[in-house]
């Protein structure tokens, strides 16, 4: 069974930092591309970062741009998504997605499998 389990979530000040993981089993991890959605109560899912499967390209939406990185090893079976600088706009439910693909889709109904989700929650 396919299974992304993600964790890292929590409260933190305007401006600070948090790291998630997203560890990933049951599949040939390398062949995915990796994605980060998130969902804010009353918004659709949206697109926020997404990684090849090889490590050799990434894509972000416009407003994490500079502040997130996303990161994969693809020897612990992991995705990672640094986000740095966070504002309360990024508060919201945060989803790790795999997909079995050579290209990036930033459409989540591209995505093959989802996690349950780990909150992020950013005060001012």
């Known amino acids: 069974q396919v299974q992304l389990v993600e964790s890292g979530g929590g409260l933190v000040q305007a401006g600070g930092s948090l790291r998630l993981s997203c560890a990933a089993s049951?599949?040939?991890?390398?062949?995915?591309?990796m994605g980060w959605f998130r969902q804010a109560p009353g918004k659709e899912r949206e697109f926020v970062a997404a990684i090849k499967g090889s490590g050799s390209s990434t894509h972000y939406v416009d407003s994490v741009k500079g502040r997130f990185t996303i990161s994969r090893d693809n020897v612990k079976n992991t995705v990672y998504l640094q986000m740095n600088s966070l504002k309360p706009e990024d508060t919201a439910v945060y989803y790790c997605a795999a997909e079995h693909t050579v290209v990036i889709h930033t459409n989540p109904v591209a995505y093959d499998y989802w996690g349950q989700g780990t909150q992020v929650t950013v005060s001012s």
């Open positions: 049951g599949l040939i991890f390398s062949r995915y591309a």
